[in-house]
């Protein structure tokens, strides 16, 4: 009887070992067809066409030398305005490793209708590319978008950057490197060359990379399939897991923050909303009192109820509610 308990000990743990990293991708991947079809059903409705709006969209546009489908972005312009337009460089969520330009076209087209140029972006994706490919990626979208928004109408001088869940880490990082000298020469030269952010959009983000397991551990109770998404979150973005927190700034950009007790330069306005139901509440909760210690121009509504990027399902009253906060927000700002 004992030999036969242990044998099936060890055939549960066999099976947990070979289980587990499959109901991970499948979960992974249940989780992006999801969103892609909800997104595709939503665009195919007239309602979500550029033209009723009057906006126009320049597709698939490389911001560099490379052919990698995932260094291009999306241009949405609004048509017949003259004067230069505030300009948003939009870099879309999804764990690091899913979505796309394409499943975010709502966030481009909810900008460009209150009269924002778009730059609406790609990145590598992980595992496949792992930190610090998006952080690099998003960095050059930056500056190409700084550069070239003359071209398509905009102002290079009224810059704001928007993102949602892995997209706030990245834009995130990206004020961050604005204000704080790091030793990587790719983010230097956005010390060096400072391009003017009027204000950041960090919507419900995930804004340390390290230990992500750290959300079950404080909410047992939460979904298998949400537990496999934060739970590798660190196993499938970092090079490795053993980096303790705040070893890699662009990855944590929240514990850089609350280490720090002053910044080289001011960080640009930045507003955070999340709801209650958010898995990853705790890090805008840590991310507003950070900034508040740093004297940094804050706004972190928490929606009552609301979960992860409940502001994409437009549809709803308090995703309205929340778009309607941030055009308020920016206001003094562009």
Not at 9 to 24: D, E, Y
Not at 144 to 161: I, K, N, Q, S
Not at 194 to 214: E, L, Y
Not at 321 to 331: H, M
């Amino acid at each position: 009887m004992a030999n036969s308990t242990q044998s099936d000990g060890i055939s549960a743990s066999i099976k947990k070992r070979l289980w587990t990293p499959v109901r991970r991708r499948t979960n992974g991947k249940l989780l992006e067809w999801a969103i892609r079809g909800t997104s595709g059903v939503a665009r195919s409705l007239p309602i979500s066409y550029p033209s009723l709006h009057g906006i126009e969209v320049h597709k698939n546009i490389a911001y560099g030398k490379s052919s990698d489908r995932a260094h291009t972005l999306d241009v949405w312009r609004p048509k017949n305005i003259r004067q230069p337009l505030p300009v948003v460089l939009y870099v879309h969520g999804g764990a690091f490793r899913i979505c796309s330009k394409e499943s975010h076209w709502l966030m481009a087209l909810l900008h460009a209708k209150r009269g924002f140029l778009v730059f609406n972006i790609n990145y590598r994706l992980a595992p496949k590319h792992r930190f610090p490919a998006a952080v690099k990626d998003v960095a050059r979208a930056f500056r190409w978008a700084h550069t070239h928004a003359e071209r398509y109408g905009g102002d290079p001088d009224r810059m704001v950057l928007a993102g949602e869940s892995a997209g706030a880490n990245l834009v995130l990082s990206m004020a961050l490197a604005s204000s704080m000298r790091q030793e990587e020469p790719w983010l230097s030269e956005l010390y060096d060359e400072p391009m003017p952010i009027r204000a950041v959009m960090a919507a419900c983000g995930i804004f340390q990379v390290t230990d992500s397991a750290r959300f079950a551990r404080k909410k047992p109770k939460m979904s298998r399939l949400t537990k496999d998404v934060l739970g590798n979150l660190s196993r499938n973005y970092l090079p490795h897991q053993h980096y303790d927190p705040g070893t890699w700034p662009m990855a944590d950009p929240l514990v850089t923050l609350e280490q720090s007790q002053s910044l080289e330069r001011p960080l640009p306005p930045i507003f955070a909303p999340i709801g209650t139901k958010d898995p990853v509440l705790d890090d805008t909760r840590r991310l507003h009192k950070a900034l508040t210690k740093l004297d940094v121009p804050c706004e972190a509504p928490i929606y009552e109820g609301e979960l992860h990027a409940f502001h994409a399902f437009y549809w709803r009253k308090r995703a309205r509610e929340c778009w309607e906060s941030w055009f308020n927000f920016l206001k003094p700002y562009v």
